[in-house]
């Protein structure tokens, strides 16, 4: 009914960046909050970044001024830039899209996850 393709993700040195995209497609009326959350090892998943559709953002605090999260509503597509990438931002990068469908349902879509690691 809708999906998320997400791409991005890779190998990136500390220091480096690294631009993920997140692109929405199918049974779409409208899309509200965009957001990225991070699984690493062990850990439980968290919210990194998220963007309403009145453009408003929250960022965890570990990511401020590092990160950027934009979207393209034309495009339905959510973006992170992320810079100054640490060993600790590494993790599996999932994208979470508010949607409202054509049976005027709301639901909340998962992507597949791309793995970002930062390592020398």
């Known amino acids: 009914q809708v999906q998320l393709v997400e791409s991005g993700g890779g190998l990136v040195q500390p220091g480096g960046s690294l631009r993920l995209s997140c692109a929405a497609s199918?049974?779409?009326?409208?899309?509200?909050?965009m957001g990225w959350y991070r699984q690493a090892p062990g850990k439980e998943r968290e919210l990194v970044a998220r963007?309403?559709?009145?453009?408003?953002?929250d960022y965890a605090d570990s990511v401020k001024g590092r990160f950027s999260i934009s979207r393209d509503d034309a495009k339905n597509t959510v973006y992170l830039q992320m810079n100054s990438l640490r060993p600790d931002d590494t993790a599996v990068y999932y994208c979470?899209?508010?949607?409202?469908?054509?049976?005027?349902?709301?639901?909340?879509?998962w992507g597949q996850g791309t793995l970002v690691t930062v390592s020398s």
């Open positions: 199918g049974s779409i009326v409208s899309i509200n909050t």
């Open positions: 963007i309403r559709r009145s453009g408003s953002t």
């Open positions: 979470n899209v508010g949607v409202l469908t054509t049976r005027l349902e709301y639901l909340g879509v």
